[in-house]
């Protein structure tokens, strides 16, 4: 009878530390996975910006000695990711394959111009500097007309703003529901040993020395359970990278080493700081209060 008690108790123990240990990895890995878009915040939003074309188109009188300088300064300037020329009858062929149809057979000759296409370094790509650019290609005589979308920049850097406001508010969300889930769990367990507690207490032993097993037990709990969440959070790197190659995730890996040492402390130090309040609760209640 006894050892069929036993195994039940020690089935209840182990399903007490696997409830803890899945609770700890799962809010890790969602703050994990919060942290490193917050950190990527930056680096997405560089992305999209770099996206953005200023189209500079050319009179059809332009030579194409010209051009190539124009297209060599641009080069060589601090603002510019990369340029690309597209001469007319390149415009005319995707034309055709946006249409379905060859427009030129309808009009009888081709109307497009000779244009390049200048790609921004994110930094550059604001509503002042691209104004200045544009003001500074359009002195060049050989050059008929600039164009970007400029309520597309108003919006995409309103929108950043925003947004990475927002995701540092949800992160703070997420921590402090994070701190409360891993507490209940961390709680719930040493609740289940409350009277073990009170009987040591009973005995002489001090509070520091009921406290220490369990908080060593916890911080074990906390390393595997932040292991287990970065496992999670190494997976969904490589899957983003493998998805989005042009964010280049994997490049800073000292950002990356930081998030996961921080969520690793981050991990043993909830842990830690819960089993302590949790056993000093039942440290302090009074034999009668047990049983409540």
Same mark, same amino acid.
């Given at each position: 009878?006894?050892?069929?008690?036993?195994?039940?108790?020690?089935?209840?123990?182990?399903?007490?530390?696997?409830? *803890?240990?899945?609770?700890?990895?799962?809010?890790?890995?969602?703050?994990?996975?919060?942290?490193?878009?917050?950190?990527?915040?930056?680096? &997405?939003?560089?992305?999209?910006?770099?996206?953005?074309?200023?189209?500079?188109?050319?009179?059809?009188?332009?030579?194409? @000695?010209?051009? =190539? =300088?124009?297209?060599?300064?641009?080069?060589?300037?601090?603002?510019?990711?990369?340029?690309?020329?597209?001469?007319?009858?390149?415009?005319?062929?995707?034309?055709?394959?946006?249409?379905?149809?060859?427009?030129?057979?309808?009009?009888?000759?081709?109307?497009?111009?000779?244009?390049?296409?200048?790609?921004?370094?994110?930094?550059?790509?604001?509503? *002042?500097?691209?104004?200045?650019?544009?003001?500074?290609?359009?002195?060049? =005589?050989?050059?008929?007309?600039?164009?970007?979308?400029?309520?597309?920049?108003?919006?995409?850097?309103?929108?950043?703003?925003?947004?990475?406001?927002?995701?540092?508010?949800?992160?703070?969300?997420?921590?402090?529901?994070? &701190?409360?889930?891993?507490?209940? #769990?961390?709680?719930?367990?040493?609740? #289940?040993?409350?009277?073990?507690?009170?009987?040591?207490?009973? &005995?002489?032993?001090?509070?520091?020395?009921?406290?220490?097993?369990?908080?060593?037990?916890?911080?074990?709990?906390?390393?595997?359970?932040?292991?287990?969440?970065?496992?999670?959070?190494?997976?969904?790197?490589?899957?983003?990278?493998?998805?989005?190659?042009?964010?280049?995730?994997?490049?800073?890996?000292?950002?990356?080493?930081?998030?996961?040492?921080?969520?690793?402390?981050?991990?043993?130090?909830? /842990?830690?700081?819960? /089993?302590?309040?949790? @056993?000093?609760?039942?440290?302090?209640?009074?034999?009668?209060?047990?049983?409540?």
């Amino acid at each position: 009878m006894s050892s069929s008690f036993e195994r039940y108790q020690r089935r209840r123990l182990i399903s007490s530390y696997f409830s *803890v240990v899945i609770s700890i990895a799962l809010v890790l890995f969602i703050l994990g996975g919060l942290g490193l878009l917050v950190l990527n915040t930056k680096k &997405v939003a560089d992305y999209f910006k770099e996206q953005v074309a200023l189209s500079v188109f050319f009179h059809d009188t332009a030579k194409e @000695t010209e051009i =190539e =300088e124009l297209k060599k300064s641009l080069a060589l300037s601090d603002y510019t990711k990369s340029a690309k020329f597209i001469s007319k009858d390149e415009a005319a062929e995707l034309y055709k394959e946006d249409l379905g149809e060859d427009f030129m057979d309808f009009l009888g000759y081709n109307p497009l111009q000779n244009s390049l296409d200048v790609y921004f370094n994110a930094d550059y790509v604001t509503e *002042v500097q691209l104004a200045e650019i544009k003001r500074d290609l359009l002195e060049n =005589e050989f050059i008929d007309k600039v164009i970007y979308d400029k309520p597309l920049i108003a919006l995409l850097n309103d929108n950043i703003k925003k947004l990475s406001f927002w995701i540092l508010i949800i992160c703070g969300v997420f921590t402090f529901i994070a &701190v409360l889930l891993i507490n209940s #769990s961390i709680r719930l367990s040493v609740y #289940s040993k409350r009277f073990i507690i009170k009987t040591m207490q009973m &005995v002489g032993a001090t509070k520091g020395f009921i406290r220490r097993p369990f908080i060593w037990k916890s911080i074990k709990l906390g390393i595997i359970g932040s292991i287990l969440s970065l496992i999670g959070m190494a997976v969904l790197l490589f899957y983003l990278n493998e998805s989005f190659p042009d964010l280049n995730i994997l490049k800073d890996k000292l950002l990356i080493g930081s998030a996961f040492i921080g969520i690793f402390v981050l991990g043993i130090l909830i /842990t830690w700081i819960s /089993t302590f309040f949790a @056993t000093q609760r039942f440290l302090n209640l009074k034999t009668d209060e047990l049983y409540y």
